[in-house]
């Protein structure tokens, strides 16, 4: 799905670009995050990206890979 640039006038879709972790190794079981939009932080399955895609502001990811960093979700 093109999400759309508000940086002109005349906004124009971008394909996002994905990524994985270098963590994620050969594993098939990962998530991968798309930084293409500015405004915007996608993350998706890599096992089914056909299932749709998660959509966070910037300072929302931010907060919660703080909250990773610093073990707030580890048991």
Do not use: K, Q
């Amino acid at each position: 799905m093109p999400l759309v640039s508000s940086d002109s006038a005349a906004a124009r879709a971008i394909a996002p670009s994905w990524v994985r972790s270098t963590r994620c190794h050969t594993a098939n079981c990962c998530v991968e995050v798309s930084l293409t939009d500015p405004d915007r932080v996608l993350l998706r399955s890599s096992v089914a990206p056909e299932r749709g895609v998660l959509s966070f502001s910037p300072d929302s990811w931010s907060a919660f890979l703080a909250a990773v960093r610093e073990g707030d979700f580890d048991r």
